[in-house]
């Protein structure tokens, strides 16, 4: 009986996180549809472009909002259960409890919160750029000095081959905190642009969140070393209560749509995980298909090619099917590196180029997302399908990242990662 | 020389508090008119009511967030500056850090800035109540469990007269909790229900963060106790700068609204600092024109009296001048408590009672808010000086708030007041 109550105190607090998330769950499941109308009368509605002219009608948009703030409030309500053994303890003072560790739950919980700030803004008022990266890189700095005082290094253990030139270890100082920034900020953007088909952004942030856990528990009972999983584990399993409920109502045919506010709050929520966590490398394992979109989309996003203001695929009308969207343009007007990517993408296959069909001496590009590219593959396809497969991809990614991450790790590494 | 560089050392936060105090407020000043038709296009605005016919225009609503924005990301800016001390020893390690005062500050930002973000939400969502009162609740949580574990005090020493009865000290434990917790929920609404006429809401709020660093600065030059003032003032003092910043957009005639994002980030900012800096009854003292307003205002916010959807003075086309406004309703349809609120305000002469012009069987009473008493005192008034009155109580309620707290704060208690 001793040994069990042991048990039951030393896993308790996962149970509270997991009793939360269901709570959580069920909460959003209900909150949302409630919601619903209060969102499309405020003017945070959008019409879903990729259904038929006859379905087409008003759906909320920034619903994400919803999930995001029962988030916070749940994980309010644990942060006393983490820290329940030093709370309860009778006198008063600073002597046992672990400052150190709340210290760095409240700065995530912070950095959690400005990124949720920031995307229900975004959602309103359509910020711009400039706006949108600068509360980011400053939202991550209290995360940054965290990590400093609590005695994070800034030493990354170097793969086998790089070692006869490089040495064992290399301590990158100031440049770790500059990756680590930049984490955050490509975290909260990697969602947002692999975007556009019903259930797509909470679905992909439901298998990353569910594959960090798994990556978690392995730590767990595994290693040595657990803190920072812990941590993360206790973050994430709210995190994916409210975004499978999120999804449930964003599943096609969308009744809500989820908005930068969910995009934000899922990127920031892993970014904050990696690092608190100490498993930012890990982390990018896990979004190996938002590095390549990102990679893919970067043409595009410093306008090398032309970006059309939307680049999800296009809806046939007649067939009821996605095809691929297309930027339209005349080659001359290109620049050099421009037209270099051009033929790369043509050569490699990337993207599918063709004449305008109405005006012949225009070029036509498909957009560079990878779901274009998925949809190049497959051909035109149903929205529902076409979600399937990038979750698909996802999930077999996940299960390539274990596959680094565990049994192949040794091969370039002498011991365990972080 | 080494003394002055000793000086400049320990000042330096402060000066680093006031420069960013001044950045904020230029950025503020300027950003406004740069996003107001951002705000307008996203149906972010409202027609002034207390303006002529003619002069009547759609007004951005809901600004407070842009200054409650500059405002966090130039606190996040100045969070190494007030542990430069610690963060540029060079070996790693949580050794000399300060962890509790690091969570102090941390957990304050957090509070803000989930009242900035519920704030905005309710601006843009017209929350419900239910909705208002969870959040504030929670986000105060953190601040709690540092209140704990930072050895914050429950117990209260006793005015000399109730000692008697009472003993010297009183350990109010779990009580103080509440009445903390309590304390976030009635500053992040008291500002918000003494509203409604160009101004007020900006410019005493203004006045009590100007009273509030006065207090310190009195506290720092004059006692031993420090710390808590120290954070108050480096928090306060950037408030100050876009407060003033925004008070002067949001002046008679106003070109933008300040909406209850800036009502809930003023009060929760005064909040964390009496919380935090531990003087949370000066607070209140500074706060006695909001404490009587809300008392006053409680028959109709608890439907004893009829409350109409807008308590604000009424505009009279034909004058230009603001007269007051008037609840109307049936004697008889009253509760027996309202009936005797009734009687009550019609003896004191803090309402007006009269039976409604046109419907005589009906009764009017002037709405139970402290402007409406004002205009009921000096006759039919210009919306500015109406503003520049409510101020000027709000200045005398200051010095004689601080008259209490120091040269007359020893007649009830032996030591002076945290
Ligand atoms: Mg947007
Ligand atoms: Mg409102």
Known sequence: IFLLAFAISSVGHYLAS??????????????????SEMFIKAGLSGI???????????????????????????IFLYIPFHFRAYLLVEQ????????????????????????????????VLNLAWRHKLLLPT????????????????????????????????????????????????????AINILAGVNGIEAGQSLVIAVSLVVNSIIQIIGTEYHEGHQLALCLLMPFCGVTAALLWHNWYPSNVFVGDTFCYFAGITFAVTGILGHFSKTLLLFLMPQIFNFVFSVPQLFKLIPCPRHRLPKYDQSTGLLTMSYATFATSSLSRPGRLVLDIVRVTGL???????????????????????????????????????????????????????YPFGNMFFDQPLA
Chains 1, 2 share one sequence.
């Open 48 to 74: 879903d472009l990729n259904k038929h002219e006859k379905l087409k009608k008003k759906v909320p948009e920034a619903i994400g909002v919803v999930a995001a703030t029962i988030y916070l409030i749940v």
């Open 18 to 35: 997991l009793g939360l998330a269901f709570v959580a769950a069920s909460l959003t499941f209900r909150l949302i549809p409630a919601v």
């Open 351 to 405: 993207c599918h180029v063709r004449p305008n069909p109405e005006q012949p001496e225009l070029t036509d590009v498909s957009n560079f997302t990878i779901i274009n590219l998925v949809i190049k593959m497959v051909g035109p396809i149903h929205e529902e399908k076409l979600t399937t497969y990038i979750l698909m991809l996802q999930v077999a990614s996940s299960v390539l990242a274990l596959a680094i991450r």
């Open 138 to 189: 400053l939202a991550a700095l209290p995360l940054l000095i965290v990590y400093k005082v609590t005695g994070g290094s800034t030493t990354v253990i170097l793969p086998i081959f790089a070692r006869p030139f490089l040495g064992h270890t290399l301590d990158l100082g100031v440049l770790f905190y500059i990756y680590m920034g930049m984490l955050s900020v490509f975290c909260t953007n």
């Open 92 to 123: 008063q003072g600073t002597d046992g409890f672990p400052h150190d560790k709340f210290v760095a739950f409240i700065c995530g919980l912070l950095s959690i919160c400005c990124m949720i700030f920031l995307g229900f803004a975004d959602d």
